[in-house]
C-alpha cells in the first residue's frame, strides 16, 4: 500500500475542509479516518466520493436495511448462511426475493451517505489519504461534494461544533460565489439562500444574526454549512466595531449545549 500523502488530527483540520481538498485537486484514493477502535474509509475518484466502507457494526448495510424496515430481522436471519467470500449480503438478499435489485442499490447509496455524513459528528480522531487506483466497489451518489458538505453540517445541533470555523460574532464574512451561482451546483434550503444573501463582505455575524429572523442558533449553523462547503469566507474581524465584546466560546445563552 501507498503511504500517505496527507495525514493529520481531525481535531486541527476539520473534515469539510479535506473533503474540499481533495475534490478541488481531483484525487484518487482512500481517505481513513480512525478513532476510538473505529475505522471509515471513503473511497475518492478523481475528486469524487465513489463508496465508503466502516468497521462500526451499526454502519453495515444489514444494520442500515434493518432500520429502515427495508428486511426483517428474519430475512437477514436466513440470507445470513449465503454470505461469504463469494456473495455479498446484499446479492443474498436479492436471490432469495427480499430486495429487488433497485432497492439493493438505493440501499447501499443510503448506507454510504450515512457513513460520510457521521464523519461530520467526529470531534477527533486521526485521517490519511492514500492515493491508488480506483477501488473496484463504486456507485453514483447521486450527490455532490457540496451537497454532501452542506448536508453533513446541517446536521450538527451543538454550538461547539458550529463556532469551529467562526470563532466570533464579529467576523466579517464575504461571498465565493453569488446566490445565483451557489443555487446551480448546491441544493440550499429558502433560509441558507437568504442567509446567504446576506453575506456581502461588510455585514458582520451579528448583523446576518440579526437580519436573518430565526434563532441564533439556525442562523450560525447555516453559516457554517456555507462556509463549510466554500460558498463564503472569512473576510476580517472587526475589532474596531462599537458594540459588547464577543460571545466566549460557549453556548450563547438560551441555546443549551
Known amino acids: 500500500?501507498?503511504?500517505?500523502?496527507?495525514?493529520?488530527d481531525l481535531r486541527?483540520?476539520?473534515?469539510?475542509?479535506?473533503?474540499?481538498?481533495?475534490n478541488n485537486n481531483g484525487k484518487t484514493g482512500s481517505l481513513l479516518c480512525s478513532r476510538a477502535g473505529v475505522t471509515k474509509i471513503l473511497e475518492w475518484e478523481k475528486g469524487d466520493v465513489v463508496f465508503a466502507r466502516s468497521t462500526a457494526p451499526g454502519d453495515r448495510l444489514g444494520a442500515f436495511l434493518l432500520a429502515r424496515n427495508l428486511v426483517s430481522p428474519e430475512q437477514l436471519q436466513q440470507a445470513d448462511p449465503m454470505v461469504g467470500s463469494q456473495e455479498r449480503l446484499g446479492k443474498a438478499l436479492v436471490r432469495l426475493g427480499f430486495l429487488t435489485p433497485s432497492a439493493l442499490w438505493d440501499g447501499v447509496r443510503g448506507q454510504v451517505t450515512e457513513i460520510i455524513y457521521s464523519l461530520f459528528h467526529w470531534q477527533d480522531g486521526s485521517f490519511?489519504?492514500?492515493?491508488?487506483?480506483?477501488?473496484?466497489?463504486?456507485?453514483?451518489?447521486?450527490?455532490?461534494?457540496?451537497?454532501?458538505?452542506?448536508?453533513?453540517?446541517?446536521?450538527?445541533?451543538?454550538w461547539s461544533r458550529v463556532r469551529e470555523k467562526i470563532q466570533s460574532d464579529r467576523v466579517v464574512l464575504a461571498p465565493v460565489k453569488t446566490l445565483q451561482e451557489a443555487v446551480q451546483s448546491v441544493r440550499l434550503s429558502?433560509?441558507?439562500?437568504?442567509?446567504?444573501?446576506?453575506?456581502?463582505?461588510?455585514?458582520?455575524?451579528?448583523?446576518?444574526?440579526?437580519?436573518?429572523g430565526r434563532e441564533e442558533f439556525e442562523t450560525w449553523q447555516?453559516?457554517?454549512?456555507?462556509?463549510?462547503?466554500?460558498?463564503?469566507r472569512v473576510q476580517l474581524l472587526a475589532f474596531d466595531l462599537a458594540g459588547p465584546a464577543p460571545a466566549a466560546a460557549g453556548a450563547p445563552p438560551g441555546k443549551s449545549r
Do not use: C, Q, Y
Request: aromatic letters at 2%; glycine letters at 8%.
Open 128 to 158: 490519511e489519504f492514500r492515493e491508488g487506483a480506483p477501488p473496484r466497489e463504486k456507485i453514483a451518489l447521486n450527490i455532490s461534494l457540496m451537497n454532501l458538505i452542506m448536508e453533513g453540517t446541517r446536521r450538527l445541533d451543538e
Open 1 to 8: 500500500m501507498s503511504l500517505p500523502v496527507l495525514s493529520g
Open 222 to 232: 447555516a453559516l457554517h454549512g456555507l462556509l463549510s462547503a466554500g460558498l463564503i
Open 12 to 22: 486541527a483540520v476539520p473534515l469539510p475542509d479535506i473533503l474540499l481538498l481533495l
Open 190 to 212: 429558502d433560509f441558507e439562500k437568504t442567509v446567504l444573501g446576506l453575506v456581502d463582505a461588510r455585514r458582520t455575524v451579528r448583523d446576518i444574526v440579526a437580519m436573518a
